[in-house]
């Protein structure tokens, strides 16, 4: 009798199919590359980057200045670069900054 078995599952097969929910907002002078609003909701895979967002986005990485997730900056490493290897999780509010201008009358950054 010649039967076909179901290959085994491994661990982690079904996650492919998991994703969550962001909320991505942008400042001063990030705009997405379609035009469209400024504050979106997206829904990306489990696992997703910064990276992902900036992507999703169309924003150029080169013109990020700072990045908060859920209120704390998560966008510096060494070298002054962005950190885009941030993994996300389900719920997080990601805010995407240009550089902040500065006043002089109020001596502090405008925001």
């Given at each position: 009798?010649?039967?076909?078995l179901?290959?085994i599952?491994r ?25 469209g609003?400024r504050l ?9 980057t ?8 169309g ?8 990045v908060?997730a859920?209120?704390?900056?998560v ?32 001596g502090?950054?405008?925001?």
């Amino acid at each position: 009798m010649d039967a076909q078995l179901e290959p085994i599952a491994r661990i982690g097969d079904n996650s492919g199919a998991v994703q969550i929910s962001i909320r991505a907002k942008m400042f001063n002078s990030i705009r997405p590359a379609d035009g469209g609003p400024r504050l979106r909701d997206l829904v990306l895979h489990a696992g997703a980057t910064l990276k992902d967002v900036v992507q999703t986005l169309g924003v150029d990485p080169g013109d990020l200045f700072i990045v908060w997730a859920n209120g704390r900056d998560v966008s510096k490493q060494m070298c002054g670069n962005i950190n885009l290897d941030y993994v996300l999780e389900d719920g997080d509010e990601i805010a995407l900054s240009g550089p902040i201008p500065y006043s002089w009358g109020y001596g502090s950054p405008v925001v």
